[in-house]
């Protein structure tokens, strides 16, 4: 089950911001962030659900005519969650930046028309490490 968080989405955001320490290390959200993201009316994030247990997660910052995807991540053992957390919302054009090293993300992004258009030299530390910018364009899904 895909849901939208609420504020009172206590247990599932704490929950997010454990998975967010475990898969992204030193640049996770923080946990004030998280919440923030939740609260705030130009933000939300999806959390996929089985058993109570979230096992993917989508951040996104809603700028009115496109979104950004601030993360996307999934617990190793539930392949494709990726996927449906994504088409909730290829309603509109799509930003996001992603480690150029990340070749299994760049991969899955390009399955999605996802197009590179530009680089942003050294953005990311621990270790330092250019992002690659995509965007999927609505109208070509």
């Known amino acids: 089950m895909i849901k939208k968080l609420t504020i009172n989405d206590v247990d599932y955001i704490e929950q997010i911001f454990n998975l967010e320490k475990d898969i992204f290390k030193n640049s996770a959200f ?17 959390a996929y659900l089985i058993d109570e247990k979230v096992c993917g997660y989508l951040m996104v910052l809603d700028s009115i005519d496109v979104y950004e995807i601030l993360a996307i991540a999934t617990v190793e053992e539930y392949k494709g969650i ?17 480690r150029k090293s990340n070749e299994k993300a760049i991969n899955f992004y390009k399955k ?3 197009k590179q258009i530009s680089i942003r030299k050294g953005y990311y530390s621990d270790p330092t490490e250019d992002a690659i910018i995509m965007k999927m364009e609505a109208n070509n899904e």
């Open 112 to 114: 999605n028309n996802f």
């Open 30 to 46: 923080s946990k004030e962030s998280t919440e923030n993201l939740v609260k705030a009316d130009n933000s939300f994030i999806y």
């Open 82 to 98: 990726a996927q449906e957390l994504l088409d909730k919302i290829k309603t509109k054009d799509i930003f996001l930046e992603v």
